[in-house]
C-alpha cells in the first residue's frame, strides 16, 4: 500500500462530508458568537479533530459488521487502510482534541469533549441500536452552539440557538440512516428510523427541520425580516416537496431544508 493510498483511504474512514459539515458549522457559530481570530481557530481546530475521533472510532467499531453486508464505501472493512494506522490517527486525534479543547477554555472542554465528542462516541458504542439513537444527534448538535459560544467568551448562547442545533441534529441522523437502513437491519442494527419505518421517516426528518427553520426565523430578537420570511417560505416549500415528491426528490429536498437550516442558524 503506498502513502497515498493509506492516506486516502484515512480520509475516507473518517467520514468527512459530515466531518466538513459539523466543522462548517462550528465556524459559521464561532463567527457568529463574535469570536476573535484566535480561539475562533482554537474552537474550530477542536471540533474537527473531535469529528475525525467520531468518525475513526466508527469505522474501527463497525468493521466487522460492514464487510459482513460488503459495503464498499468502509476503508477499513474493505482492507484499503490498514486497523493499525486507523487506530494510531485516531490516538493522535485525541490527544489533538483534548489538548485544543482544553486551550479554548476549561468551560468549552467539558461541553465538546463530555457533550458532542462523548455523544458521538456513545452512538458509536452502541446508542445506534437502540430507539435513544437520536439522541447524541439532538445533544450533541445542541452543545455545539454553547461551545461556540463559550469559546468566544460570549457566555451562554441564546436558547433558540441550542433547539434549532438539536432539532438539526436529529433531522440529520433520520436522514443520514436513511439510505443504509436495509444493511443496517440485516446487522441487527435499530435505532429510532429502522423502528419508525422509511416513510415515518421520510415525513418526519422534514418536519423537524422545517420547525427549526419557524424557530430561528421567529425568535431571534428584532422579529422576522424581509429575507427570514423568504428563507421560511422557501423551507415550507422544500418541506412540501419532501412529503410529496417521490424518487430521490424527497432526499435531496430534506438536504436542501437542512443547509437552509445551517445558513439560517448562523445567520440569525
Not at 46 to 54: D, Y
Not at 92 to 104: H, N
Not at 165 to 172: E, M, N, P
Not at 175 to 201: I, K, S
Request: glycine residues 10%.
Amino acid at each position: 500500500m503506498t502513502a497515498r493510498e493509506m492516506g486516502t483511504g484515512l480520509v475516507r474512514a473518517s467520514h468527512p462530508l459530515p466531518t466538513v459539515a459539523v466543522t462548517a458549522l462550528t465556524a459559521g457559530l464561532v463567527l457568529g458568537a463574535g469570536a476573535t481570530w484566535a480561539p475562533g481557530l482554537l474552537v474550530v481546530a477542536a471540533v474537527l479533530t473531535g469529528q475525525l475521533v467520531i468518525g475513526w472510532s466508527n469505522d474501527l467499531i463497525d468493521a466487522e459488521r460492514d464487510r459482513s453486508v460488503g459495503r464498499v464505501d468502509k476503508p477499513v472493512a474493505r482492507g484499503v487502510v490498514d486497523v493499525r494506522t486507523v487506530r494510531w490517527a485516531l490516538a493522535l486525534a485525541a490527544v489533538a482534541t483534548v489538548t485544543l479543547s482544553l486551550a479554548v477554555s476549561l468551560a468549552a472542554a467539558a461541553l465538546h469533549l463530555m457533550l458532542v465528542v462523548g455523544s458521538g462516541l456513545a452512538y458509536n458504542a452502541g446508542l445506534k441500536a437502540t430507539a435513544w439513537s437520536w439522541v447524541p444527534y439532538a445533544v450533541a448538535f445542541g452543545a455545539l452552539p454553547a461551545v461556540a459560544w463559550m469559546g468566544a467568551g460570549s457566555g451562554a448562547p441564546p436558547w433558540w440557538a441550542v433547539v434549532v442545533g438539536a432539532l438539526l441534529g436529529v433531522g440529520a441522523h433520520l436522514l443520514n440512516v436513511l439510505p443504509d437502513l436495509a444493511d443496517d437491519e440485516q446487522t441487527g442494527v435499530r435505532g429510532l428510523p429502522h423502528r419508525l419505518g422509511e416513510r415515518p421517516t421520510r415525513f418526519v426528518a422534514p418536519l423537524l427541520l422545517l420547525t427549526g427553520s419557524v424557530i430561528v426565523v421567529l425568535a431571534p430578537p428584532g422579529g422576522p425580516s424581509w429575507w427570514s420570511a423568504a428563507v421560511l417560505l422557501a423551507c415550507i416549500a422544500l418541506a412540501a416537496l419532501a412529503w410529496r415528491a417521490r424518487g430521490t426528490t424527497p432526499f435531496v429536498a430534506a438536504i436542501a431544508l437542512a443547509v437552509i437550516n445551517v445558513i439560517a442558524l448562523v445567520v440569525g
